[in-house]
């Protein structure tokens, strides 16, 4: 599993434990973010209450870490220690050595590059660990997360066209597929 704090320059990123003093903290986040993180996360809508955030970092957060199947951090900035959002590596395939990552970042901290180093010290870690590939998923119109992962040296392996009813927007969404293995990490 990864570490349970791993420093950045700027970031810092701390497992989530849970607490509802946390859950408030994120849940302002998102409240904030709120029109910013809806077109690309619909969970946004279904997050209505610092107990919606509570639940998910009890049911999902934590649930995975103690069962080995996802990794949930809250970034923090390292020097005010406010929260900026969350990043997390999921959909473990062990057979494949493969995850997920998934983030996303409160709209006061977007545009600063802090998602990008979040992604980074995730999957240097991951790699360490001996994953061999790390997937980032995102809405092909979703520009800062295309952004993120072309930053950071992600291969762009296809689009799934179609690949999920957006309920908010009554359509279907293509998503971007990109890739990163742990040979290109190392060739960084």
């Known amino acids: 599993m990864l570490a349970e704090k791993i420093c950045g320059e700027r970031i810092v990123l701390e497992r989530i434990k849970p607490t509802f003093k946390l859950a408030k903290e994120l849940f302002a986040k998102v409240e904030m973010s709120a029109d910013s993180l809806l077109p690309w996360l619909s969970w946004v809508l279904n997050t209505k209450s610092a107990e919606d955030e509570y639940a998910y970092l009890l049911n999902w957060c934590d649930k995975h870490w103690r069962n080995e199947q996802g990794c949930a951090y809250v970034i923090r900035h390292k020097e005010t220690k406010a929260a900026l959002g969350i990043i997390d590596l999921c959909n473990f395939k062990k057979?494949?050595?493969?995850?997920?990552i998934g983030y996303w970042?409160?709209?006061?901290?977007?545009?600063?590059?802090?998602?990008s180093e979040a992604?980074?010290?995730?999957?240097?870690?991951?790699?360490a660990l001996g994953f061999h590939r790390i997937v980032i998923r995102n809405d092909t119109r979703n520009m800062r997360s295309v952004n993120v992962a072309k930053n950071c040296g992600y291969h762009l392996d296809g689009v799934m066209r179609n690949d999920h009813w957006a309920e908010h927007e009554n359509r279907y969404v293509d998503t971007n597929i990109w890739s990163k293995l742990d040979?290109?990490?190392?060739a960084e």
């Open 95 to 100: 057979a494949d050595k493969s995850a997920e």
């Open 119 to 127: 992604v980074k010290l995730v999957e240097t870690e991951a790699f």
């Open 183 to 186: 040979s290109e990490k190392e």
């Open 105 to 115: 970042l409160s709209i006061d901290a977007v545009g600063n590059g802090y998602m």
